[in-house]
């Protein structure tokens, strides 16, 4: 039978924990987790903790019942990020508030009053306290500020002198603006809007691992973010935006403003003219949409209850109880160094482990941890050399082997002896019905779905 992917697409799921761990129960968070959670709304879902209540009691008596206001804003902070809005502290939502991210509010609107009156934006970065070379330093944030005038009518110079437009600064802990630093995660940065002052300044934690690459914060990637607020941009809820709020490490990523970086931004600036000339050949690219009737996987996998699909930076899950269905990136659940545009994955739920295959390579995970010696070579699974890569892995629990689909051949691979059997066979020998090369497979209620393009294949193997 073949369905249109819409169709699948339109249930949904929570968000997903790791697959070879047992769900955590929502209960058992400390009191220190409360607390942090309360502090982590205060400051940027404008919840008032009850000490802050109580101070503004006699300036007002319109104030939300506590557990109302703290219950109401963990729903819009769940919302924000894509968890199950149950306005309860659970353990997921406390590892997502625990990530590291911008200091600013997600709540806040700013509109086109914060911008600045001129097209032409000074800057300006300190001698001291730089985490790198001054040289390297000016590289990466000339960069950052490139992003926005590439797209939007904005130019960009530096200055010597401190009363630049953009000021940058690395600092530590109470700084003097309010706005403390908390050491190492948590907050990396924080920026101002667009006004007199303090306004457009861009403040950097000092005591953080900054980096310029993958490894460690990538100084590029929070610059890029917070030169947008300096220009007047809020957050943004789309999780592939430069202008999310939560910082994530993604190896081998390229940062790049997205369709909606780019529309905010020119809202407030206006358009560069060379975005728009025929010479350019470049368009921001758009967070992919569960309803989009062209839409398809990189990879699908059956994780547990649920049916988990991969696209480039990004993840849903599909959950047979549940309605809702989240994004994720993929690397806020499986960081460095498992990569993204994925060509395949599997759970070996007997012997513990996942399996993450993308051009030759493939690494192992077992609890959460990429085992050692990964990546490996998928030659070392058995396959001859004029194999490259796996476009999908289909893994039989009971019998204990994994169907490995490459091009039109399938393979047939033995899980406890660790050895290829056999001679590969055509696909379309053992499943007539399906139209190879496919793009993913997985087992889901009884089924096994194959995915190519927009479409997929419910095949029954009772029948």
């Known amino acids: ?108 609107k700013f509109g086109d009053k914060f911008r600045w009156k001129s097209s032409t934006v000074s800057y300006r970065i300190p001698d001291e306290h730089l985490p790198f070379p001054a040289p390297q330093i000016n590289r990466v ?38 706005a403390v630093f908390d050491q190492r995660g948590g907050v990396l940065a924080h920026a101002f809007l667009p006004s007199a002052d303090i306004g457009g300044d861009v403040h950097f ?36 935006a430069i202008m999310f709020p939560a910082y994530y490490s993604e190896p081998n990523y390229t940062p790049q403003l997205s369709f909606s970086d780019v529309r905010d931004i020119q809202q407030l600036y206006g358009t560069n003219p060379r975005f728009n000339s025929r010479l350019s050949k470049w368009s921001p690219p758009r967070t992919p949409e569960k309803c989009d009737p062209d839409l398809s996987f990189d990879a699908v996998t059956g994780l547990q209850q649920e049916l988990v699909f991969f696209k480039d930076r990004f993840m849903w899950r599909k959950h047979e109880h549940f309605i809702e269905t989240r994004m994720s990136l993929i690397s806020s659940l499986w960081p460095h160094p498992i990569p993204s545009s994925l060509d395949a994955v599997y759970e070996n739920v007997e012997m513990n482990f996942l399996l993450f295959f993308k051009g030759s390579q493939y690494w192992k995970m077992r609890q959460s941890i990429v085992q050692e010696g990964f990546p490996r070579n998928i030659s070392d699974l058995g396959f001859p050399s004029r194999v490259l890569s796996v476009d999908a892995a289909l893994h039989f629990r009971e019998e204990q082997y994994t169907v490995f689909f490459t091009g039109y051949e399938c393979w047939r691979y033995n899980e406890k002896q660790s050895v290829m059997e056999g001679s590969p066979t055509l696909i379309q020998e053992q499943w007539p019905e399906i139209p190879a090369p496919i793009d993913a497979a997985a087992f889901y209620q009884g089924f096994v779905k194959f995915f190519k393009g927009n479409k997929f294949y419910n095949y029954n193997f009772s029948q």
């Not at 008032?48 to 729903?75: H, P, Y």
């Not at 944030?141 to 002198?161: D, E, G, P, Q, T």
Request: hydrophobic share 40%.
């Open 205 to 240: 934690d000092a005591d953080e691992e900054w980096s310029l690459n993958s490894t460690g914060t990538n100084l590029f990637v929070v610059a890029a973010h917070e030169f947008g607020h300096a220009l007047g941009l809020p957050h943004s809820a789309d999780i592939g």
């Open 1 to 108: 039978m073949l369905w249109m992917l819409l169709t699948l697409m339109s249930v949904g799921a929570l968000p997903l924990r790791p697959p070879d761990l047992p769900p955590q129960p929502p209960t058992g968070l400390s009191e220190a987790d409360q607390k942090f959670a309360e502090e982590y709304l205060q400051h940027f879902y404008s919840y008032q903790s009850e000490s802050n209540r109580q101070k503004r009691a006699a300036e007002s008596d319109k104030d939300l019942d506590q557990k109302t206001g703290l219950k109401e804003n963990m729903k819009k902070m769940q919302h924000f990020f894509g968890l199950l809005p149950s306005g309860e502290l659970d353990a997921e939502t406390l590892a997502v508030m625990k990530k590291p991210r911008c200091g600013l509010s997600d709540v806040e």
């Open 141 to 178: 944030f000339r960069a950052a500020l490139k992003l926005w005038s590439n797209v939007a009518l904005l130019k960009f110079h530096r200055r010597k002198c401190k009363n630049a437009d953009i000021n940058v600064a690395f600092v530590s802990g109470d700084h003097g603006d309010g």
